[in-house]
């Protein structure tokens, strides 16, 4: 269960048409449920765990967890950008809740929270 | 299905890393071209870099020159490559490095300004922002994207591609781009193979599952000659996770030990480097341990300080995130207790190992107005990054200098509609409500076939002319069964393109290694029937040309050319 949305922190991006995770995935992961208009995950045997879903969430309302197969419960891994996107702190948890943080440099760009579609009229992403 | 018919000078196909800085430099260069990327996912993160990098592979270090290069890489593909695509490529490594570090990329350096190596080629940088960083640098100068359009063949008109044929996986709208000049950049494949994990982590693959050989395809379908798929790339990496383990035994300096706690690559492989063996040997190695019966093999880390372990980590976070969280769910030290590696299911890339399109110096593949780079172009190994870069930068040169002698071409308007009517299929199979097959299943026939047949980790990547050919039999069934593939929605629809493709790939690929009668790199494709390696009768390539008309697919070879004088087995 590699990456899951937390329906109570997703506020779907004010229903934006592309929200950032939808628009992260290389693998076309992220779709509106059909029922409750919220964000979900296609297929979690399809992720890559490559996180860029993760890191773009303005409500940091997605959660990376490690498939069961390859580790236990419990640990977790939260990716924080700083306000003035140079810097990340990755926040570790271990099985034991031991907790610890790496600050590292990087360059984020400014994501928008929704984005038109090239050549395309705006559509509903759900289908 | 409606359809958009978009007319521009070049269309680039894969926004990944050859891709945006083609794009760059063709708006650079002629700034009058039009130019298109179509991308089947959303440039911003899309690709092998979408988790971003550490590291850039390959960079010339002081001391080191483009000749040296060559060596090393000759050496590193045990004796064959084509020197003439290496050389060009690492001549511009300086070039688009500063490049990307203008538009913003992190690189680490020391006090006096210069970037820190990590061994010969490599360069550290903080590379998890290195997607959006170069997605926007192609936004900025102007080129016109597609994102979300999946590319499904090129429109061949009189023998030359004259554009590229995709659908909108957002609202299934058929794209037709007319393009002067097409550059295929959509990097190599992976899922040929049956993956090492299974079930909720069945993509937990080294490389981008979401590249699942579409250039390749493309090509081999319109008849573009092809090399090299034999030289499959068999990668070393943490067990389980399936990271890189470069970060390990470059950035630690820790050796491979067996479970005896033997450095088997410093005793049994040392006339050809030890631990600094060729690539494809320092899978072999440990590969013979664990057959043997002296697994698990492991990276010794255990020297490693404190503070090193933790840089270890953050260099991971920058890459592979996953390799982190792994040590702490399973409460493993990597200073305390080495860590424990696998050999990954067979990928067909051109960017560590040579498959893909047979190119000249200027990425022209052998079709009329198309060129390769990345992934998906062959002959050049040890591309990675910078390498993409290189020759993105390559084929944009030649291609917009191309596209000012042509105009565009008549495309007739039955070569769209078939090509709509091949697309849309699967949705109509189950809008007619028809029985079928999901691209998945189909999927996971096609990686028990390759798996069991064609050399898969479970046969310690063994191949004989005997399973050769059932493999070749059994693969042959499959594209009759494409017509009963059903797709629920687009996303299905994507994946039933995928694993077409993919088929079509993997028949190419077992022509090329039932062809290579010797084994040139052991562990990448041992042949059992033919276990050495062998110069006299071997040192040149082995290529294939699919008949469009025939479907028949021709192998035949091509020469190697020595340009950089030395021992081509010495790495120096
Ligand atoms: C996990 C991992 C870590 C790596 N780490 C490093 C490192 O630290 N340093 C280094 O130098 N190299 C590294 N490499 C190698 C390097 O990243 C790749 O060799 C390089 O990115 C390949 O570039 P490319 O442009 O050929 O392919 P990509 O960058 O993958 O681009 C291909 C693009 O084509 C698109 N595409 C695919 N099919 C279609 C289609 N049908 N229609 C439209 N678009 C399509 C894809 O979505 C993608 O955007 C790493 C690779 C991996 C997988
Ligand atoms: S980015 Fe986060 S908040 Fe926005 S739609 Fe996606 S999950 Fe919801
Ligand atoms: S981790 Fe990567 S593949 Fe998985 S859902 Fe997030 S962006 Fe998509």
Redesign the pocket.
């Known amino acids: 269960m590699p990456v899951v949305v937390h329906a109570d922190k997703c506020n779907t991006c004010h229903g934006a048409q592309n929200p950032p995770c939808v628009r992260m995935c290389?693998g076309d992961l992220f779709m509106k449920d059909p029922k409750t208009g919220k964000i979900i995950m296609r297929d979690p045997s399809e992720c890559w765990d490559c996180l860029p879903c993760v890191k773009v969430c303005p409500q940091e309302a997605i959660e990376f967890k490690l498939s069961y197969q390859l580790g236990f419960h419990t640990a977790k891994l939260m990716p924080h950008i700083h306000d003035t996107r140079d810097f990340i702190t990755w926040e570790l948890i271990d099985t034991k809740g031991v907790v610890d943080k790496f600050t590292i440099r990087t360059k984020v760009l400014p994501v928008e929270l929704d984005e038109k579609v090239e050549g395309v009229t705006a559509v509903d992403f759900s289908i | 299905m409606e359809q958009n018919v978009i007319e521009t000078d070049i269309l680039i196909?894969?926004?990944?890393?050859?891709?945006c800085l083609a794009a760059v430099e063709l708006k650079e260069q002629y700034p009058n071209l039009s130019v298109t990327i179509?991308?089947?996912?959303h440039?911003d993160r899309?690709?092998?870099?979408a988790?971003g990098?550490?590291?850039?592979?390959?960079y010339l270090n002081p001391g080191e020159t483009p000749e040296s290069f060559v060596k090393y890489v000759r050496f590193d593909s045990c004796g064959i490559v084509r020197e003439d695509l290496v050389l060009t490529m690492s001549e511009l490594f300086e070039y688009c490095v500063k490049k990307v570090e203008k538009w913003g990329l992190p690189i680490l350096c020391d006090e006096k300004g210069n970037y820190i190596p990590r061994g010969r080629w490599n360069i550290k940088i903080n590379?998890e922002s290195l997607k959006p960083i170069i997605a926007r640098a192609a936004k900025n100068v102007g080129t016109k994207i597609l994102n979300w359009?999946?590319?499904?063949n090129y429109i061949m008109v009189n023998g030359r591609v004259a554009g590229a044929i995709?659908f909108s996986i957002r609202n299934g709208n058929l794209f037709v781009v007319k393009a002067k000049a097409t550059i295929i950049?959509?990097?190599?494949a992976a899922g040929i193979y049956k993956p090492n994990n299974a079930h909720d982590a069945q993509h937990k693959t080294?490389?981008?599952p979401?590249?699942?050989g579409?250039?390749f395809a493309m090509g081999i379908r319109a008849g573009a000659e092809m090399t090299s798929f034999e030289m499959r790339y068999i990668g070393l990496r943490v067990k389980d996770t399936i990271a890189?383990t470069g970060t390990i035994a470059l950035g630690v300096g820790a050796p491979q030990i067996n479970s005896k706690g033997e450095k088997f690559m410093a005793t049994k492989y040392a006339h050809i480097g030890g631990d600094g063996a060729p690539t494809p040997y320092r899978s072999h190695g440990p590969l013979q341990e664990i057959k043997e019966g002296r697994g698990p093999v492991f990276l010794d880390t255990r020297h490693i300080t404190p503070q090193q372990a933790r840089d270890l980590k953050s260099a991971y976070l920058d890459?592979?995130p996953s390799m982190v969280l792994y040590w702490a769910a399973n409460e493993i030290d990597p200073s305390k207790e080495p860590v424990e590696v696998q050999t990954t299911e067979p990928y067909i890339?051109g960017?560590?190992t040579q498959s893909g399109y047979w190119v000249d110096v200027n990425r022209k593949t052998t079709i009329e107005g198309l060129y390769a780079?990345?992934?998906?172009s062959g002959g050049a190994p040890y591309?990675?990054?910078?390498g993409?870069w290189a020759e993105?930068v390559i084929a944009a040169r030649a291609a917009g200098e191309y596209a000012q002698k042509v105009e565009h071409a008549d495309v007739p308007a039955e070569l769209i509609s078939a090509e709509r009517d091949r697309v849309i299929e699967p949705i109509l199979n189950f809008t007619h409500k028809k029985e079928g097959i999901k691209p998945y299943d189909m999927e996971v026939r096609l990686q028990k076939i390759m798996e069991e047949y064609a050399g898969g980790a479970a046969t310690f990547y063994e191949v004989n002319e005997e399973r050769l050919l059932v493999a070749r039999r059994r693969l042959a069934t499959l594209p009759e069964q494409f017509k009963y593939i059903i797709a629920e929605d687009l996303h299905d629809l994507m994946e039933a393109h995928e694993v077409i493709d993919r088929v079509l790939v993997a028949q190419t690929l077992v022509e090329h290694m039932l062809f290579r009668k010797e084994t040139r790199w052991p562990g990448y494709c041992t042949r059992t029937d033919y276990t050495e390696l062998d110069d006299q009768n071997w040192l040149k390539f082995v290529n294939t040309r699919r008949d469009p008309a025939t479907g028949n697919i021709e192998v035949f070879t091509r020469p190697y050319e020595q340009i950089v004088p030395g021992d081509r087995y010495k790495p120096r």
Do not use: Q, R
């Open positions: 290389p | 196909i894969g926004g990944g890393t050859a891709g179509m991308e089947k996912a440039i899309s690709g092998c870099l988790g990098m550490n590291a850039i592979n390959a590379g359009v999946v590319a499904t995709g950049a959509t990097g190599g080294w490389y981008c979401y590249n699942t579409a250039g890189p890459m592979y890339v960017g560590h780079a990345g992934d998906v591309k990675f990054v910078s993409c993105g």
